[in-house]
């Protein structure tokens, strides 16, 4: 007889990086932008830059960033 394991991800983190890991990417600057792609709209994902550099804000402090460090590319 077989068991089936099933795993209930709970937490808002946890459930973020599950759809980053489905989004994947080749590198890290291909998963950030396949990432920014899959969770916001184009002109919103335009006033971010990796720095913050300029007008725009940092993404390399945003919660995404967080969980893309979470896995590996």
């Known amino acids: 007889m077989m ?3 099933t795993i ?3 937490t808002p ?5 599950t759809r ?3 989004v994947g990417g080749t590198n890290a600057g291909n998963m950030i ?3 920014l792609s899959a969770t ?3 002109r919103v994902a ?3 830059n990796w720095a913050g550099k300029g007008p ?3 993404f390399k402090d945003t919660l995404m960033q967080d969980c893309r460090t979470s896995l590996r590319c």
């Open 8 to 10: 209930t991800i709970t």
């Open 56 to 58: 725009k804000r940092a």
């Open 3 to 5: 068991t089936l394991l």
């Open 40 to 42: 916001m709209a184009n």
């Open 13 to 17: 983190r946890a459930i973020q990086i």
């Open 20 to 22: 980053f890991a489905l």
């Open 46 to 48: 335009c006033i971010f």
């Open 33 to 35: 932008r396949r990432m």
